[in-house]
Nanobody, 123 residues
Framework: VQLQASGGGLVQVGDSLRLSCAAP????????MGWFRQAPGKEREFVAAIGKHGSTTLYQDSVKDRFTVSRDNAKNTVYLQMNSLKPEDTAAYYC?????????????????WGQGTLVTVSS
């Protein structure tokens, strides 16, 4: 089983992008989901996460006023709406599943990962 992230691309500063992560999991609605990113030469970092019902969210401080995480359990999909993009948002973005029901930021608590989708913000 794989998580399939999509929606990345090359954009300009201030633009928006919406990432999607399709998760063909029978238990998708039972667990929280998260987004992480890894910029070239840097360690992977937490971006955002959402609880199993979608009512609780968690964000990295640098994105919380610009990014919105959401999910559609009927479609087994989690989204990351990214607005006001900055060059420092350039990274490969990964979605992941945790066995927790509430959002968590620790990468070690996620047990299923998708391939990355590349976001490049040009100035």
């Amino acid at each position: 089983v794989q998580l399939q992230a999509s929606g990345g691309g090359l954009v300009q500063v201030g633009d928006s992008l919406r990432l999607s992560c399709a998760a063909p999991l029978r238990t998708f609605s039972s667990y929280a989901m998260g987004w992480f990113r890894q910029a070239p030469g840097k360690e992977r970092e937490f971006v955002a996460a959402i609880g199993k019902h979608g009512s609780t969210t968690l964000y990295q401080d640098s994105v919380k006023d610009r990014f919105t995480v959401s999910r559609d359990n009927a479609k087994n999909t989690v989204y990351l709406q990214m607005n006001s993009l900055k060059p420092e948002d350039t990274a490969a973005y990964y979605c992941a599943r945790t066995r927790r029901i509430t959002p968590v930021r620790e990468a070690g608590l996620y047990d299923l990962w998708g391939q990355g989708t590349l976001v490049t913000v040009s100035s």
